[in-house]
């Protein structure tokens, strides 16, 4: 186990040895202490390692995540897991604004509730949320998975496109050309399996969730609507 | 950008370390905005004693003899204490709007940051650390504080532009944010009475609540209003004698952190102003909600 005292060494010393860490290497376990709200930590890490920082982070904590497993034990700022290309990145507490925004892969799992714009844009990361999402997530969501075990605000899924959108509690409002959709056997076999890999199976079952997903009306541009815009 | 934080105490204990508090945090936030730098603080000055906090550009000419000359002028006790630029003036109560009106008589160049029985508010262009430090604001103490550090994006980088604006008595705000309709919202409150200093977007904002708590809202209502009424970004943090209030646009991107403990409720722009309070580990952290009123009173 690496042990990195933010603290002491810096933003710059920690992303540094992190970044320098190219395909296998020994050096697997890392733990990142006194993070205190600094910003960027852990970003842009592409190498097969298991990161856990013990505190609340800044902006973009694991931005850009290829292949490493990235634990925060406490509340991850704005931006968190942000473009993330592929790992898992696992958040105890809350996440603020646009968490997940543009992922192209990956899991990102947030054991608390998100603010706005979780998953803005994402592009094939699946995120799990075990509480609530702000409003305007999953704006113009292109793919990938958004699993909410509480509820939506306003917007959900507004001008989205082919993301699919699994939400158990309420949703505030529907954002244009986010319509609910059946629940199909494919589904609850994916939510089951997104549950699993999320840490939510043991609180709660893909029966108990509702499918949004885009109504194909705003993004094909259709003739017949061509009054509308 | 622009950073701010804001601290309301619930525990006595911690009132003489306010000042020192509040400068840690902001100091943090200092790469939020590094234009200017502003702080205010509430402390009673006594029973029955106002405070009035002057500004001025040229204070060895201004503040001279100035206490002897405002006694003269209102026929009242004055106590003056001058830190840099500013001055702080303590006279009854009661003769709190004699005093404002005597020293723009007395000294027409210099500028009132502030008039209450509790307030103070020291504000300039330049970092936090050096502002703080200019001020002497870690020897303050005070019940509840609110500090900004400007990265100006509307008007000009000036003293009278850094926040936090004061526009009533013991009232002020500070902004992340900025306004899109305040211009007609400032000809609306000029015919209604109210009066300006600067062309800031941020001094409309507080010019709003000031007006409608002075016809008789409550803060939280006056908070209210913001949402309805004011268009563009914005996270306000306001102060009263008595009270700290919170309010997020409803689209809120500019960012906001809250923690309460037994001891205190703390804002900040980010996490990293909260880390060094006492208690902060167990506290209850959390994000204020878009378009959601919060306000403490004691």
């Known amino acids: 186990m690496q042990t990195f005292d933010l603290g002491k060494e810096g933003l710059r010393a920690l992303n540094s040895s992190l970044h320098a860490l190219k395909g296998q290497t020994n050096m697997t376990a890392w733990e990142v202490i006194n993070p205190k709200g600094a910003h960027a930590i852990a970003a842009g890490v592409d190498a097969p390692v298991d ?3 013990r505190g609340s982070t800044g902006y973009y904590c694991a931005g850009m995540n290829k292949l ?12 968190v897991a942000e473009n993330m290309m592929s790992g898992t990145v696992i958040i105890d507490g809350d996440a603020s604004q646009y968490a997940g925004a543009t992922g192209r892969g990956g899991l990102l799992i947030i054991k608390g509730n998100a603010s706005s714009r979780c998953g803005i844009s994402m592009k094939g ?15 113009m969501a292109q793919s990938g998975n958004m699993v909410v075990l509480g509820d939506a605000g306003e917007a959900l899924g507004d001008s989205l496109y082919e993301a699919r959108l699994f939400v158990r509690g309420s949703v505030k409002s ?16 994916l939510l089951s399996d997104l549950l699993k890999r999320g840490e939510a199976d043991g609180k709660a079952r893909p029966e108990e969730f509702k499918r949004y997903g885009s109504a194909r009306k705003l993004y094909n541009f259709n003739i017949d609507n061509a009054s509308a815009y | 950008m622009c950073g701010i ?3 309301f105490l619930k525990d006595p204990k911690l009132e003489p370390q306010l000042g020192a508090m509040l400068t840690d945090m902001l100091i943090t936030m200092t790469d939020r905005g590094p234009d200017s730098a502003g702080i205010a603080i509430y402390s009673s000055a006594g029973k029955g004693l106002g405070k009035l906090t002057l500004q001025s550009a040229k204070p060895d000419k201004d503040f001279k003899d100035l206490d002897g000359d405002l006694k003269e002028a209102i026929g009242a006790p004055v106590a003056m204490q001058v830190k840099s630029t500013h001055a702080v003036l303590e006279v009854p109560l009661g003769q709190l709007d004699a005093a404002r009106a005597a020293v723009a008589h007395l000294r027409p160049e210099v500028k009132v940051m502030s008039s209450g029985e509790n307030i103070e508010i020291f504000k300039e262009v330049g970092l936090p650390k050096d502002v703080a430090s200019r001020f002497e604001v870690a020897k303050m103490g005070g019940t509840h504080g609110i500090g900004h550090t400007r990265m100006a994006t509307e008007s000009a980088v000036t003293t009278m532009g850094a926040h936090p604006f004061s526009t009533g008595p013991d009232q002020c705000l500070v902004h992340n944010g900025s306004l899109s309709n305040h211009n007609g919202v400032r000809r609306e409150l000029k015919r ?4 300006f200093e600067t062309e800031n977007d941020t001094e409309v904002g507080a010019a709003f609540i000031s007006h409608k708590l002075q016809t008789g809202e409550t803060l939280g209502r006056a908070l209210e209003a913001t949402l309805t009424d004011l268009d563009g970004f914005f996270t306000f943090v306001v102060g009263t004698r008595n009270g700290f209030g919170v309010v997020r646009d409803p689209i809120a991107c500019k960012p906001a952190v809250m923690a309460e403990t037994d001891q205190y409720v703390a804002f900040g722009s980010e996490y990293r102003a909260l880390v060094n309070l006492p208690g902060i580990e167990t506290a ?4 204020p909600e878009p378009a959601t009123v919060y306000f403490w009173e004691r």
């Open chain 1, 174 to 189: 529907l954002g244009a050309d986010c319509i609910e959709k059946e629940m199909r056997p494919e589904h609850i076999a």
């Open chain 2, 192 to 195: 209604l009475g109210m009066t």
């Open chain 2, 5 to 7: 934080v804001g601290l």
């Open chain 1, 68 to 79: 490493a497993t990235i634990r925060i034990k406490g509340s991850a700022g704005p931006g």
């Open chain 1, 51 to 53: 990161i856990t920082v």
């Open chain 2, 284 to 287: 209850r952290v959390w994000e």
């Open chain 1, 125 to 139: 990361i699946d995120i799990v949320v075990h509480g609530s999402i702000g409003h305007m997530s999953c704006f």
